[in-house]
């Protein structure tokens, strides 16, 4: 069993003590006693220690009364752990507290305060890190499971590391909803589910069910339902603010900032929006910035500022190249390029397809190989290489028409007569709107995205329609794809 912590009138005894570099004997020949007086005072194992006999012991030493009571403060920290009370399954155990307290209790004041901060740290670091791997390895299990199993073995997890597989989930679910809104909610709300059943202190419980939270209103934004959204990320905040001030730890508040900044973009609030993603980057670390100004950089796409939606990528370079994922990288130079060709700087697109190009070769797959087409048609279009452009719009149409991606398909049908128009094919117009809106038609496309591209092919049939309408009706699309709430008229 090991021996108990000295009360904190020894503690801070010892901790004055070796501040000024004093031995045992030498405070024992100040304060008229014998060395082992005050050996039995720091130890606490014999003889009682008053709050009068600690102030006369640290005036021999040279201090005074203010000096005293900062030590008991200190001291009154290290002494002890049995009142501490595990707030989360990643706080320090008893023991790892009373170890730390004792380590740092040998050293001096001034440097006891700062080694305690770092002991607790390092063990609080260990238990996350610990937590994490398991539940990477409970996610490959889980993940190759039906769905109908995965709850039954999340329940079976270990209680301590039951936490980091509610995050793993809400991660997971972050990655599906790039490809598939189903699933990704899924998997938040299995996320929310586990969070329910987990045990531990109020702060903690609340806290691990508003972060799953989060991301339930973050999948249903990704699946259009935006009233759904907005309730959920209202009963988020409401349990995180219900858990009180946030320990160190894991669960980071940053992280709701950057989801709900997508939600208020989603909602066209661009000034809310901007602040939740500037709120997220002032308190997320270094190595996720890059990140989140690529979120900056695309809600300032959407809310028409294509000059601060460069500068976001400009500053989110450094930080994804040094730390983002490889898709973060191929998006951040995707991304730049487009920009560069919104404010019409073709020739300095044209220098950075190249690495774009490489970089997908190495990491990417043939339909970013396809976008790239796309990229390259619309450069060649903005330095007046018309038949190049018309030929690697022509090429990227059939390969997206191949794969079923209407959308896509639309798009790039007016890249191709936007050139139609200006040399005045408009017969070959009529035909290739026409062509598009039956693909259109056969895909699940928002209303008001249907009628600006049935305004487009009316126009075309009638013979009225005019390159400036064709750009238009692209530059609408392109952003309500991502807002199914733009109207044409507003976007125009």
């Not at 999340?154 to 809104?181: G, K, T």
């Not at 970089?359 to 190049?388: M, P, Y």
């Not at 398909?409 to 936007?418: C, F, G, K, N």
Request: net charge positive; charged share 25%.
């Amino acid at each position: 069993m090991p021996r108990a912590a000295p009360p904190p009138l020894s503690l801070a005894l010892s901790c004055l003590r070796k501040h000024r570099a004093w031995t045992e004997a030498q405070l024992a020949a100040a304060a008229g006693m014998r060395r082992q007086q005050i050996c039995n005072f720091e130890t606490g194992i014999r003889g009682e220690l008053s709050r009068e006999t600690l102030e006369r012991l640290a005036t021999a030493m040279g201090y005074g009364p203010g000096d005293v009571t900062l030590a008991l403060v200190f001291a009154g920290g290290l002494a002890g752990a049995g009142d501490v009370e595990r707030l989360s399954p990643v706080d320090p155990t008893p023991s790892e507290v009373r170890r730390a307290r004792r380590i740092a209790a040998r050293v001096g004041l001034t440097e006891a305060s700062r080694m305690y901060g770092q002991l607790l740290d390092l063990a609080r670091v260990r238990r996350i890190e610990h937590a994490r791997r398991a539940a990477a390895k409970l996610w490959d299990d889980l993940r190759r499971q039906p769905p109908a199993r995965q709850r039954a073995l999340a329940a079976r997890a270990p209680e301590p590391h039951r936490w980091a597989l509610v995050e793993r989930l809400c991660a997971e679910s972050v990655r599906a909803a790039a490809d598939d809104a189903v699933r990704s909610l899924r998997l938040a709300r299995q996320a929310l589910w586990l969070a329910e059943q987990i045990s531990g202190g109020r702060g903690w419980h609340l806290r691990l069910q508003g972060y799953a939270w989060a991301f339930v209103a973050n999948a249903q934004r990704v699946a259009n339902d935006l009233p759904a959204a907005v309730s959920s990320f209202a009963t988020a905040w409401r349990l995180w603010r219900e858990a009180g001030p946030a320990p160190a730890g894991p669960l980071p508040e940053w992280r709701l900032l950057d989801l709900e900044g997508s939600l208020r973009r989603a909602l066209r609030q661009f000034p809310a929006a901007l602040d939740c993603l500037d709120r997220a980057l002032s308190a997320a670390p270094i190595e996720v910035r890059g990140r989140i100004l690529l979120n900056k950089q695309f809600t300032l796409e959407q809310a028409g500022d294509i000059a601060g939606a460069l500068a976001a990528l400009e500053e989110a370079a450094p930080l994804v190249d040094a730390h983002g994922e490889p898709r973060d990288r191929r998006v951040l130079r995707f991304n730049a390029i487009v920009v560069l060709c919104h404010l019409g700087r073709h020739a300095v697109a044209a220098e950075r397809l190249p690495e774009l190009r490489r970089i997908v070769l190495e990491r990417g797959d043939r339909l970013d190989l396809t976008r790239i087409g796309w990229l390259a048609g619309r450069i060649a279009a903005g330095l007046g290489h018309r038949d190049e452009a018309r030929a690697a719009f022509g090429q990227a149409r059939q390969e997206f028409a191949d794969r079923g991606l209407g959308y896509d398909t639309a798009l790039l049908s007016l890249e191709i007569a936007v050139l139609h128009l200006e040399e005045g094919r408009t017969a070959e117009v009529a035909e290739l709107a026409a062509e598009t809106l039956q693909v259109f038609r056969a895909q699940t496309v928002h209303r008001e995205a249907l009628a600006a591209l049935q305004l487009f092919c009316r126009a075309a049939r009638d013979g009225t329609a005019t390159a400036d309408l064709a750009r238009r009706v692209l530059a609408y699309l392109e952003r309500a794809r991502h807002d199914p709430h733009l109207r044409f008229e507003e976007a125009a």
